[in-house]
């Protein structure tokens, strides 16, 4: 059976399955609710196979329907990566990077990695996403990223781990907290207290929230914010302690009557990795995004 793919049709497909909402999707294809719901019509007709489920709350992928966005990704990526290729020859944009990171990667390093990749690269825009370790791999090895940066180092056809460096979680006390003056601790006994932490879209929230639920216990949060400086200044406020990068911890230590403990556990010191899925393949100004992350580790700069 000859089957032809439209290039809309797999906009449309990847923009609804992101959404959930056949309604988002085709806003977001620029096309009327009518005309995408009569191209979808149209590809199930085509492959011989629903892509959707259809219900009152919206839209989800059937098995079908996974595997025709999984490859529709692949398919778009590697036609950006197409434009991008060809536009080094031109003037213009290049191109657009897609970078998946986790919690430390995003506040920590990546700001100024960037401040400086694009200084350098006037004409390429990056999109850069905070997930959960796994969900940046699963990315990467969908398509839906170029460059991952993952405390998991496995997982994904396909995927190459470069190492990268140090990520070491500590917990952070009021000074006059009752834990404030051990050396280290384990991440169970903190339990006993309440939590300051990052809004639960963060990728540490979650990793904190399995931690606990991997001891079969419950985290008591007080407060959720939605960055390091305001998690410190809520802990120098006695509102409860929280587990933070060390090196977010060691700026706001100097300033704010707060101490640093050491977590015991085998997970608070974590060698994080960039992941990319065949690095031969990427456009050139991915690989030099990846080349601008390696030489900063390179060039000593630690966050343990």
Request: aromatic share 6%; proline share 3%.
């Amino acid at each position: 059976m000859a089957v032809y793919f439209d290039l809309t049709d797999m906009h449309l497909m990847v923009n609804v399955a992101a959404a959930q909402s056949m309604t988002k999707g085709a806003e977001q294809s620029f096309l009327s609710l009518p005309a995408a719901s009569n191209r979808v019509k149209n590809l199930e007709s085509r492959l011989g196979t629903a892509l959707l489920y259809r219900n009152s709350q919206g839209v989800t992928l059937t098995p079908s329907g996974e595997a025709f966005v999984r490859h529709a990704r692949i398919v778009l990526r590697q036609l950006e990566h197409l434009r991008g290729d060809i536009q080094e020859y031109a003037s213009g944009i290049k191109g657009r990077v897609r970078v998946y990171a986790n919690t430390t990667a995003m506040n920590e390093f990546m700001p100024d990695i960037l401040a400086r990749y694009l200084a350098e690269h006037r004409d390429v825009n990056v999109e850069l996403r905070e997930r959960l370790s796994h969900q940046v791999v699963k990315a990467v090895a969908d398509g839906a990223a170029d460059i991952g940066i993952t405390a998991k180092a496995d997982g994904g056809e396909n995927v190459e781990f470069l190492p990268y460096r140090n990520d070491r979680l500590v917990l952070v006390t009021h000074a006059d907290h009752p834990l404030a003056g051990r050396e280290s601790v384990d991440f169970a006994e903190t339990l006993a207290y309440d939590y300051v932490s990052l809004s639960e879209t963060s990728a540490i929230h979650a990793f904190l929230l399995q931690a606990a639920d991997d001891l079969g216990r419950m985290l008591r949060f007080r407060v959720e914010v939605g960055n390091f400086e305001a998690v410190c200044r809520m802990i120098a406020a006695n509102v409860g302690i929280g587990v933070i990068p060390a090196s977010a911890a060691r700026r706001y230590v100097r300033d704010l009557p707060l101490r640093r403990v050491a977590l015991n556990d085998a997970w608070a010191l974590r060698r994080l990795h960039i992941c990319v899925k065949q690095f031969d393949r990427l456009p050139i100004f991915a690989k030099e995004l990846v080349s601008v992350l390696l030489k900063d580790e390179a060039e000593g700069v630690t966050h343990d």
